[in-house]
């Protein structure tokens, strides 16, 4: 299942990286996905938004298991 979110989050890094952000897998374990927003993700205040509006979104449509993403 790691490489699936890794794939996904390709995707999603283009969109990231046109703001000065990036997103890291930490971990996948049992559905639960741990990311870290980096560059000017980090410090945003709508880095909450991103994360569940954007990327949390984007990977439970493409992958079922997925039950969370939480930033580390």
């Known amino acids: ?3 699936k979110v890794e794939e996904i989050l390709d995707r999603v890094r283009p969109s ?3 703001d000065g ?3 890291e897998l930490v971990d996948v374990k049992d559905g ?3 990311v ?3 560059g ?3 410090g945003c205040p709508m880095s909450t938004l991103t994360l569940k509006n954007g990327i949390e979104r ?3 449509e493409e992958i079922s298991d997925i ?3 939480v930033a580390m």
């Open 58 to 60: 984007f990977l439970k």
């Open 36 to 38: 870290k927003l980096t």
């Open 16 to 18: 990231l990286r046109a």
């Open 67 to 69: 039950k969370e993403v």
């Open 21 to 23: 952000g990036d997103v």
């Open 32 to 34: 639960i996905v741990s």
């Open 1 to 3: 299942m790691r490489d």
């Open 40 to 42: 000017a993700c980090s």
